[in-house]
């Protein structure tokens, strides 16, 4: 085991002195050939079987956490195979720029790998901002794969084990996402990829729903939010505790400075009218 933390340290020695993209490669697929998987894998079962204590960043769904330094974080990533006929044809943008380094050879198995080529706003759903096919590769262990951030898709065969080091930017994640049909290769909506913006939007429904009087003066001041998600979810909260207030600031989104708040502003006026 300290080998491997030797190993870690070193690769982080490496990407912190040259942060180009070419090299991160480079050191995640050097990083790939002397890592020893199998013993970290066996030292997270022993924790667990032993009931130690896990560190609960370390291991997380489809994600085992190895180091998280200067706004990088270095994982193991892994997807199960699934079977399931009824799997959703879906893509999703990646809100970091994201470097999956495959560790077994599966040449039965392809990443694809998707374009967005349009220049857009992460925040504004183009519905006709069609991805491109740019290649499809082979699985192969220790040969990195660069996902650009937003711009970049990538598709794997979930029928089959895919496990692969993973290392994202984490110091300059976009709040959003954005999900394509597998099919159609069109957008279909955006996602929150931003914890923070999450809770506070769970937190504005459950404010919402209570009623309180109180929590106006609250949802008024995020009706002002540079979010435009949060802005809508405060202004439905304020309809359902008063309507007339609602309906006032509703009034007033006519001209919020993003198309989606107006369009629905628009919409829900005319149903409320």
Known sequence: MEKNLIVIDNFFERINYDYSNQNIVSALNEFAKSYDLLTHIEMIVLKLSSVTDLDSTELRPNKIILKEENGYELSIFYSLPNHTEDAQRVLY????????????????????????????EENKLDLEAKLIHKCSREVLANSTLHIEKFKSLYEFDKTKFFIAYSLSKTNSLSSYSWEYNLDTLKPTRLVISDLRLGRIMTSIKILGMSNSKESIKNLISLTNHKEHIIRWEAVRAIINIDFLKGKEILQNMLVDPHPEICNAAKKSLIQIN
């Not at 943008?93 to 857009?120: A, E, G, R, T, W």
């Open 93 to 120: 943008s990646h809100p970091s720029d994201l470097f999956l380094c495959p560790i077994f050879n599966m040449k039965d198995s392809k990443i694809n790998v998707f374009y967005q080529k349009n220049n857009l």
